[in-house]
């Protein structure tokens, strides 16, 4: 029965030690900035970009179109990239205009 008791206890703690030696480092609480651009047109348009310490980029651009008819609206393309967890980089590349918002990633559900 000890020895039982042991051999649980024994499982238990490497089972922890190989989830916290396993778990990939999560350092965005400390994450910096390494590139930053930012391209404000007013009301024609932005554009920006920018990278972190952690693994995330974003850019995305915006352009406004058919300006000043009933069917002026505004277009905005861009993409996210972030480390899960798990160590795996995701990308969500999107549209967002007219039509709504349209997200495009290889992690998102396929119709």
């Known amino acids: 029965m000890q020895s039982a008791k042991f051999y649980v206890i024994g499982v238990c703690f490497v089972v922890f030690a190989a989830s916290v030696c396993g778990a990939p480092l999560d350092d965005s609480d400390k ?51 972030w480390v899960a967890p798990d160590g795996q980089t995701y990308t969500l590349n999107y549209i967002a205009d007219e039509n709504g918002f349209q997200p495009q990633g290889d992690h998102l559900p396929h119709n």
């Open 31 to 81: 994450a910096t900035i390494l590139r930053y651009d930012n391209d404000n047109g007013g009301l024609d348009g932005y554009n920006f970009a920018y990278e972190t310490s952690d693994g995330v980029t974003r850019q995305e651009q915006a352009e406004l179109k058919n300006a000043g008819t009933d069917q002026e609206a505004l277009s905005v393309r861009g993409s996210v990239s």
